[in-house]
């Protein structure tokens, strides 16, 4: 905010970065990747361009942006009431500057430049590779970022091992718009120090156009027709839970027995998978895979581009998850975080964002701004009838080396 | 003698503490995380030390990814040596003025990023890249063939990769051979093949063996080939490495494991550096 760009060359630098979210290496991969090989000359200059285009675009875009907070919500009078809640009062004085860490594409784009227009916060956005390196960095210290974006079942360690700071609910009004079921979370009492950001689904993902029927189980994971062509999450509690739930067993079971029967349940498949990985809108982008266990909202991204992909929650029940928005330990902007996170429930900001990465909120209040082709989507949206088939992840402590320990023996193929 | 030695230390010393910062403390630091214990969130403790996880790194689990790992090194280095080296030998003796430009053109991939040429084999090897696109445009397969996530890609992947590092060390000997002794050995009626056999190829062992060890250390290590290439049954100890210290939260284990696998290489080291100085010897 504080210095004029060159409109012209914002616009090179978010023609970059839809380049790369468009490409089947998204960004997340390239600077994954690069991390892992060191980065090169070639590469460096262009990645840094645009891990900071859409922190340094503010002023062309918050131009066009949608949703301008605070925002006057054309009909509605519960949405009146949810959105037009009164500023933060007394009036905080925000810090100059606030550093988000977050997955790649997973904030619409109008989301930082109205908060700085709004604020005068100039922020930055920086990607972590992977949600376990994030992790690995927050619990070993101080990281130099304010907000980043755990997994709900990580918040009560968080919270133990003293890695993430209190809210303060009095900067974040904007919790009315959280639905019941989101206010006063199980793994985090009264939003203490998380508050909800988007949730999702686990489930199968195929290509129509290579399977010609439609699964509905699990078993189809398992079929030997498509040997070759099977992909699975590359992780360890996802895809022990797809074991698990064929075999009506918890997926959170820490019961030697059942976690031997699930183990030998994959190993039965493990000759017909091709892949374990995680990038599962790469490999359903590919053509390679034609059927793959995946999340549901990063296959709705990759069905705007390849519509023959489909996606089902299997029968017998799935995995649902939850990441939420905190504030980290040493974090050097704590008003401007609390304002930040109070900025991502707004009833405008949040719909915005949510038709922007294919995610639903915890927003009660956005509801009526989601799109309609969102909102129609079962695996995005799911019914109750739906969502009671779905069991969360959680925190098994030490026993997660009951899981660690069968995936690494499933993975050395014997 | 103490006195030359004063005069070259201050030299040295910037050497040295770059080592000692940047390789040995941190290693100090692997080794001290390897006998620790880890908690509920991940975090390392030393409160109970134990080589339990060294134990635990010769469970059957691993033996498998291990000795992968090696066949995948060990055949990238007979690759890169049986391909390396016509190529060096071409470039030492029939490359004439053009040597300095044939030497550059080895290198010419290294001016782009390993991982835009890794992601270019992708393209080449998938379901419906480029090789199954020409394999059914010919008409000799109708359905694709999977070549992609084997253990072919990786190999492929790996000798690509490390064919300079091959190519490199084996010019540097060939090129300095006395092609005097070649000729001698001709009029002493060696046939071409036997002069090379007992005249070329041992003289320039040394070189074999550098090119031998540069590949296969790296190789050995190497995680982003195996990774991009690879797939759900080529699974490497470097891959099960990184998955211990991320996904498992189990950081002593994993640098458990990475210590193992750093035995390995050096001993493997110390061996070729044996044979390498009795050959300089001979």
Known sequence: MTTERDPSKIDLERVLVRYLAEERMTRRQLLHRISVVGATAALAPIVAACSTAGASAAPSAAASAASEAPSVPPSASAAAEATATPEPTP????????????????????????????????????????YEGMYARVTAGQTGFDITFPTSTDIPGLVTIGKILPLDLSLIPNKVNLGSEWANPGYDPGNAHSMPYMWWTTGVAYDSAKIKETPTSWKALWDERWKGHIAMLDDQ?????????????????????????????LK??????????????????????WIGHAWGSDIYAVQQKKPSVEFYIPEEGSVRGSDTAVILDGAKSPVAANLFINHLLDAKV????????????PNE??????????????????????????????????????????WTELKAGI | MLGRRLGIGPLVLPGVVWLALFFLVPLAFIAAVSVGTHDRFGRVLFDALTLDNYRKAFAPTFIPTISRSIYYAGMTTILSITIGYPVAYWISRYGGRNKALLLILVMLPFWTSYLIRTYAWMIILRDNGVVNSILRGLG?????????????????????????????????????LDQALVLAARDLYASGRSAFIHVVLPLTMPGVIAAALLTFIPAIGDYVTPDLLGGAQTTTVAKVIQTLFLSGRDWPQGAALGFILMALTIAGTFVAIRSLRAEVLN
């Open chain 1, 91 to 130: 009036e905080p004085t925000p810090e100059a500057e606030l550093h988000i860490w977050n997955y790649a594409e997973y904030m619409g784009e109008n989301v930082v430049p109205s908060f700085e227009k709004k604020y005068g916060v100039k922020v930055s956005t920086d990607f972590f590779d992977t």
């Open chain 2, 140 to 176: 000799i397969t109708s359905e694709p063939i999977i070549l992609l996530n084997t253990d072919l890609a990786v190999i492929l992947g790996m000798t690509y990769g490390f064919l300079p590092f091959a190519i490199l060390p084996l010019f540097v000997s060939i090129d300095r």
């Open chain 1, 268 to 289: 039965q498949q493990h000759p017909l998978v091709r892949l374990y990985s995680v990038e599962d809108q790469q490999y359903m982008a590919s053509g390679d895979i």
């Open chain 1, 350 to 361: 949040s719909a915005d964002n949510s038709n922007y990465i294919g995610y639903m909120g």
């Open chain 1, 365 to 406: 209040a956005a509801r009526q701004f989601i799109s309609k082709d969102l909102l129609d989507t079962p695996w995005i949206n799911p019914d109750k009838a739906i969502v009671d088939k779905l069991q969360e992840l959680l925190d098994l402590g030490l026993d997660t080396d009951k899981y660690a320990t069968r």
């Open chain 1, 237 to 265: 509690r996802e895809a022990f839970a797809a074991a698990l739930i064929q075999l009506r067993f918890s997926a959170n079971t820490v019961d030697d027995g059942e976690l031997d029967q699930a183990l030998g349940l």
